[in-house]
């Protein structure tokens, strides 16, 4: 059973395995540098559906059937799906997974969806209450500006803080297994705000919560950045990963060459004109269950620290002037099963 390391880092017990995971993107994150680890490339935006919130709930059902699959087992034997997306109510998932006829929870986690549905399904299978469990969440580019921001039709000018929302979808299926990669640790986040009110830097008002979860975790763990090979956060993008660095510097932390950024791996800021780089829970998901997990599998990455970043407004919030609250979740994935240092 899982157990309470230091005050909030929860270090599994059996290590579960994630046994099959997927990614399933549009054409713009095929045309970037992980293009080719990706499971299923859509050329259409709209993935054969009548609309974007359609072709997000598609994004997911494909997802989740690719993981299921790759892990060799039958849909009914999951016992648990968590699940998320940025749209209001959730629509894309309960839509997408409807008829999926598996226990379901569904979470709202923004941008730190992965890591939060990831963490529910590793602790529910370690403490023994699922056999199997899933996670999954979205993003659609075009049905998150038309709820956030301007319809596409608008054609507002995006500033060079702002970040490309990645059409996308991750799942995996969590399960005891005795190959990589594992799940040796969950810490769930507080909720950070700095009073950051534009909805165009949204790096900015996410970096303090990473530096909150990632200077908890090395705390509780007593392990420093240097124990890791890869930290990589969700979606900061190249302003947030830049602030993240200065604020743990500040703290006496520093980040080295190990650390970087779903938001910069997505996408290609120069040639594919992204601005700070990408964003959504499409981003740190697809490159979690494609280019993440192949190189813990590999053995290529031993140590990862998958530290997925959300940010908790609305667009009524922000209608209101609201500041921009920020959660940051983490999962500590490992390609050994080895004592977590200091458990």
């Known amino acids: 059973m899982a157990k309470r390391m230091g005050t909030n880092t929860l270090i599994t017990d059996t290590f579960p395995s994630v046994a099959g995971y997927a990614a399933v993107a549009s054409k713009k994150e095929g045309e970037g540098p992980l ?21 997000e709930s598609r994004m997911q059902k494909d997802a989740v059937s690719k993981a299921i699959a790759k892990a060799n087992i039958a849909v009914s034997e999951l016992d648990y799906i968590f699940a998320g997306d940025l749209l209001n109510q959730c629509i894309a ?114 970096a303090p919560a990473a530096a909150k979860t990632l200077e908890d975790f090395f705390s509780d763990t007593e392990t420093t950045p240097d124990d890791y090979d890869l930290i990589v956060t969700g979606d900061l993008g190249i302003i947030g990963r830049d602030l993240l660095r200065e604020l743990m510097q500040r703290d006496g932390i520093t980040l080295g060459k190990n650390y ?55 667009p009524t919030s922000q209608q209101q002037g609201e500041s921009i609250p920020a959660i940051a979740h983490l999962v500590y994935l490992s390609n050994n099963k080895n004592a977590v240092k200091g458990s």
């Open 35 to 55: 293009g080719r680890e990706l499971d299923v490339v859509c050329e259409d935006s709209y993935f054969g559906e009548k609309t974007w919130e359609k072709a």
């Open 93 to 206: 998932t309960t839509y997408g997974l409807r008829d999926m006829g598996t226990s379901f929870l569904g979470l709202y986690g923004a941008c730190s969806t992965m890591a939060q549905s990831l963490g529910m399904a590793a602790l529910f299978v370690d403490t023994g209450m699922a056999g199997k469990a899933a996670a999954v969440t979205s993003s659609h580019f075009c049905s998150a500006e038309r709820q956030f921001r301007f319809p596409l039709e608008y054609g507002g000018v995006r500033t060079p803080t702002s970040q490309w929302t990645v059409t996308g979808s991750g799942a995996a299926v969590v399960a005891p297994s005795d190959e990589a990669p594992y799940i040796k640790a969950v810490h769930f986040g507080k909720i950070t705000d700095m009073g950051i009110t534009d909805i165009n830097n949204m790096g900015a008002a996410m």
């Open 260 to 314: 970087t950024d779903c938001g910069l791996l997505v996408y290609d800021r120069t040639e594919q004109k992204v601005e700070s780089g990408g964003s959504g829970c499409g981003c740190s998901a697809i490159t979690l269950c494609s280019y993440i997990m192949n190189r813990i599998k590999s053995g290529e990455l031993r140590e990862v620290l998958f530290v997925a970043t959300g940010a908790l407004m609305s």
